[in-house]
């Protein structure tokens, strides 16, 4: 129905960046346009919850983030390209997890509970050395 994949993860030092993609995909995609899903990213470290990153609106106007992150991240959409994306800059030891993407098709709100997503990518990891 719906496939959601993640790229763009890997190692990198304190103080660099990234930028994550998740190209969404599936046969919903061919009913529905991507501007009708609210996406976000979500994140998962060690030993830990899987806990709220950032999430935007179907037409890219709204943006939400964790206080952890704000101002360091930025969520941006290309629905035309079915691609969502995380640029991080400034990247903590703290930020080590394993990054998932999501998509909401039921509600405009901004998807800040995991209960509020309906489909998950795989995940890709995203580990920050000191």
């Known amino acids: 129905q719906v496939q959601l994949v993640e790229s763009g993860g890997g190692l990198v030092q304190a103080g660099a960046s990234l930028r994550l993609s998740c190209a969404a995909s599936g046969r919903t995609f061919s009913t529905y346009t991507m501007g009708t899903f609210t996406m976000g990213w979500f994140r998962q470290a060690p030993g830990k919850e899987r806990e709220f990153v950032a999430t935007i609106s179907r037409n890219g106007g709204g943006t939400y983030y964790a206080d952890s992150v704000k101002g360091r991240f930025t969520i941006s959409r290309e629905n035309a390209k079915n691609t969502l994306y995380l640029q991080m800059t400034s990247l903590k030891p703290e930020d080590t997890a394993v990054y998932y993407c999501?998509?909401?098709?039921?509600?405009?709100?901004?998807?800040?509970?995991?209960?509020?997503?309906?489909?998950w990518g795989q995940g890709t990891q995203v580990t920050v050395s000191s």
């Open positions: 999501a998509a909401d098709h039921n509600s405009a709100a901004a998807m800040i509970s995991l209960t509020e997503v309906d489909y």
